[in-house]
């Protein structure tokens, strides 16, 4: 069972050919060269982006799977419908669609987050790695959109127990970097100045939320404290949009934002896990890529005999469209494929 699939949900153009948890090939286009002097995403240039090379996408995903007839080689075509970019989500949806036509295939619509949580399960065109199913997973997605818990019950079976109620993790990390005039996306060069500074806390900014029973996540908070704090800075070093990245102030600052965020994280995890009473975590999204997180996280699991699983490969913590295939692959299997094709519209705010 072969699988073509197609992941626009923000600014970087992905198609993939998968077969069940093997991913044949996965050709990703990313914009972030085009919207880094903006200082985030556009929506029209992101639109325009991926209208212009999602054709030639196609064609290098299919020639790296060794695919010369899609018509006689792809079984199901699939596409991510949600949560993302409206006008980005749009443009995967119509070329999904064309080809489901052309090809006479069925779709399957997939929602994003369930990619990441499937991350953690991708494996090569060689089957590797070989990592079993144990279900139920305590699985926490942290990335530019969203934070959340889910319970991953079994395939394709979830229920979200916490969320953010307004910024998300990566979102928060990146509008201090921006704070701190680092450029976009901030996420990475936060972790860098982080990690020279030792990655230490010297400034202590709030920790959102810890004291709430539930497992609910708030950041704008501790991003208006941090933009508070570099507005009443009296050393001239330090002000919002200066450019102030080789001073070794900004690296305390980045060092201390980013613990901050991170020691929510692990606090809200472990109170998770009490609830629960799951020891097996999975972390999935873009802000996975950071190893201080992840070696937190390898902390706390180890204090629970647990255990906790990354995205197997380093591209699969940001958007594309292999982990997407291999939801779908389960997908197909259960035969939930699109009914309608004229009734698949995008649904940017899709929920699990």
Request: aromatic letters at 10%.
């Amino acid at each position: 069972m072969q699988i073509l699939v197609f992941d626009t949900s923000c600014d970087e153009t992905s198609v993939a050919v998968t077969s069940g948890r093997k991913v044949l090939s996965n050709v990703i286009y990313s914009q972030v060269l085009l919207h880094k002097k903006w200082g985030g995403v556009v929506p029209s240039i992101a639109k325009r982006a991926h209208e212009e090379r999602i054709d030639f996408v196609v064609e290098e995903a299919l020639r790296k799977s060794k695919i010369k007839d899609p018509s006689s080689q792809i079984n199901y075509i699939a596409v991510t419908q949600g949560p993302g970019l409206a006008v980005a989500l749009e443009v995967g949806i119509k070329k999904a669609k064309e080809l489901s036509e052309k090809y006479q295939k069925k779709l399957i619509a997939v929602n994003h987050l369930e990619g990441h949580i499937y991350s953690a399960f991708v494996q090569n065109s060689k089957g590797n790695p070989q990592r079993d199913f144990k279900f139920p997973y305590l699985a926490l997605i942290v990335s530019g959109g969203h934070t959340e818990f889910v319970i991953f019950k079994d395939h394709l079976s979830y229920e979200i127990i916490g969320s953010t109620l307004d910024d998300a993790s990566g979102e928060a990390l990146d509008k201090a970097a921006k704070l701190l005039g680092l450029g976009y996306p901030g996420g990475p060069v936060l972790e860098r100045l982080a990690h020279d500074a030792g990655n230490i806390d010297s400034h202590n900014f709030p920790r959102p939320m810890l004291r709430s029973k539930d497992l609910n996540f708030s950041f704008s908070g501790l991003k208006t404290s941090f933009y508070y704090f570099l507005k009443n800075a009296k050393t001239s070093e330090v002000g919002p949009g200066q450019n102030i990245a080789k001073t070794s102030e900004v690296k305390l600052l980045a060092s201390s934002f980013q613990e901050a965020v991170f020691d929510t994280l692990i606090k809200k995890t472990e109170m998770a896990i009490k609830q629960t009473s799951i020891n097996r975590l999975i972390i999935g999204g873009g802000v996975i890529a950071n190893m201080r997180l992840r070696k937190l996280m390898r902390g706390l699991v180890k204090k629970y005999q647990g255990e906790v699983f990354f995205p197997t490969y380093k591209y699969l913590t940001g958007d594309n469209a292999a982990m997407i295939g291999v939801v779908a692959g389960y997908k197909a299997e259960k035969k939930q494929f699109v009914k309608n094709f004229d009734e698949l519209d995008r649904i940017p705010r899709m929920s699990l």
